[in-house]
């Protein structure tokens, strides 16, 4: 007997395409923001399509209302352009399938990769990859829709918690960060916004895919830089975080780094009191907790304040 969900889904395999019927489904584990939902249709003729259906949370939508919406539009654009993006296949913001807004995406064959054969190789990629995403001419395409990383900033900083977690230095980071504005000194460009290894796709030692765009904003590249800085040290470690770092100065040699140690603070307080809900066991939450005070303490060091 069909639960009520697989009915769901089976209109929605209708409407994307009323020659199709689905064929079976199965979800997909990872996502935190949103339900993501693997579907195989099959054709007439035999033929079969898979697609991943994602449904973002109350907590998302609450936020960002247009989630949804804006992603689609996102990932056409980011098609159009050339980059390794999933291609959208419909978007649904009807309310009469699902009560929440539903996008449907390409269903792109691979895998994240956290022991890469060739790692050198690996992180080249890495770096390649996201200097591909800083370099879109937002002079010809239309991101005006995206959220401002300056305000994104100004709203966290406006306001402190009732709670601070001082086992992560967040109190030592927000005293640094509310005494003076983060700085902007380059152009804002097209940003990932959560960009780390979890988020690309591997096939064979390539790099397939860069997915989960609910985040992008239009910023500061160090903004990106950071967040990949501080997951690259978690999953590999110190060399790795400064080899990525290098190989992306390397690559973008327009870009005034001066203010990076700004961002690693502002990407290490974002996560400060996250950690501990992220259902880590005790050995590995320990470890990270560890590499995010090295983080925290080489970016005061590079400040020069106390």
């Given at each position: 007997?069909?639960?009520?969900?697989?009915?769901?889904?089976?209109?929605?395999?209708?409407?994307?395409?009323?020659?199709?019927?689905?064929?079976?489904?199965?979800?997909?584990?990872?996502?935190?923001?949103?339900?993501?939902?693997?579907?195989?249709?099959?054709?007439?003729?035999?033929?079969?399509?898979?697609?991943?259906?994602?449904?973002?949370?109350?907590?998302?939508?609450?936020?960002?209302?247009?989630?949804?919406?804006?992603?689609?539009?996102?990932?056409?654009?980011?098609?159009?352009?050339?980059?390794?993006?999933?291609?959208?296949?419909?978007?649904d913001s009807s309310g009469k399938i699902f009560s929440?807004?539903?996008?449907?995406?390409?269903?792109?064959?691979?895998?994240?990769?956290?022991?890469?054969?060739?790692?050198?190789?690996?992180?080249?990629?890495?770096?390649?990859?996201?200097?591909?995403?800083?370099?879109?001419?937002?002079?010809?395409?239309?991101?005006?829709?995206?959220?401002?990383?300056?305000?994104?900033?100004a709203e966290m900083m406006a306001k402190r918690p009732?709670?601070?977690?001082?086992?992560?230095?967040?109190?030592?980071?927000?005293?640094?960060?509310?005494?003076?504005?983060?700085?902007?000194?380059?152009?804002?460009?097209?940003?990932?916004?959560?960009?780390?290894?979890?988020?690309?796709?591997?096939?064979?030692?390539?790099?397939?895919?860069?997915?989960?765009?609910?985040?992008?904003?239009?910023?500061?590249?160090?903004?990106?830089?950071?967040?990949?800085?501080?997951?690259?040290?978690?999953?590999?470690?110190?060399?790795?975080?400064?080899?990525?770092?290098?190989?992306?100065?390397?690559?973008?040699?327009?870009?005034?780094?001066?203010?990076?140690?700004?961002?690693?603070?502002?990407?290490?307080?974002?996560?400060?009191?996250?950690?501990?809900?992220?259902?880590?066991?005790?050995?590995?939450?320990?470890?990270?907790?560890?590499?995010?005070?090295?983080?925290?303490?080489?970016?005061?060091?590079?400040?020069?304040?106390?």
């Amino acid at each position: 007997m069909k639960s009520k969900e697989y009915k769901k889904f089976e209109q929605l395999v209708q409407r994307m395409d009323p020659q199709s019927k689905l064929f079976r489904t199965w979800e997909l584990k990872g996502g935190v923001s949103a339900q993501v939902t693997a579907l195989e249709m099959m054709r007439p003729d035999g033929q079969t399509k898979k697609v991943i259906v994602r449904r973002h949370g109350e907590v998302d939508l609450k936020q960002k209302p247009h989630v949804a919406a804006y992603e689609f539009k996102l990932l056409k654009m980011l098609k159009s352009e050339g980059l390794p993006t999933p291609t959208p296949c419909h978007l649904d913001s009807s309310g009469k399938i699902f009560s929440t807004p539903t996008l449907v995406i390409e269903f792109i064959e691979g895998q994240t990769e956290f022991a890469p054969v060739h790692f050198p190789d690996y992180m080249r990629q890495l770096t390649t990859h996201l200097t591909n995403i800083h370099r879109v001419d937002v002079s010809k395409v239309d991101v005006s829709f995206l959220p401002s990383q300056e305000e994104i900033v100004a709203e966290m900083m406006a306001k402190r918690p009732e709670y601070v977690d001082e086992s992560s230095d967040e109190g030592r980071i927000r005293d640094i960060l509310e005494s003076r504005p983060l700085p902007q000194r380059n152009q804002s460009v097209l940003l990932h916004g959560d960009f780390w290894p979890g988020n690309t796709l591997w096939k064979k030692g390539r790099l397939v895919a860069v997915i989960d765009w609910e985040d992008a904003v239009f910023g500061d590249p160090l903004a990106d830089v950071a967040n990949g800085r501080l997951e690259i040290l978690w999953a590999f470690g110190v060399d790795a975080m400064n080899d990525f770092t290098q190989q992306y100065q390397f690559r973008m040699t327009t870009i005034d780094f001066a203010n990076l140690p700004y961002w690693d603070l502002f990407v290490a307080l974002r996560s400060a009191s996250k950690i501990s809900e992220w259902g880590l066991d005790e050995s590995t939450e320990r470890k990270m907790r560890e590499k995010h005070q090295l983080f925290v303490n080489q970016a005061i060091e590079k400040l020069n304040v106390r």
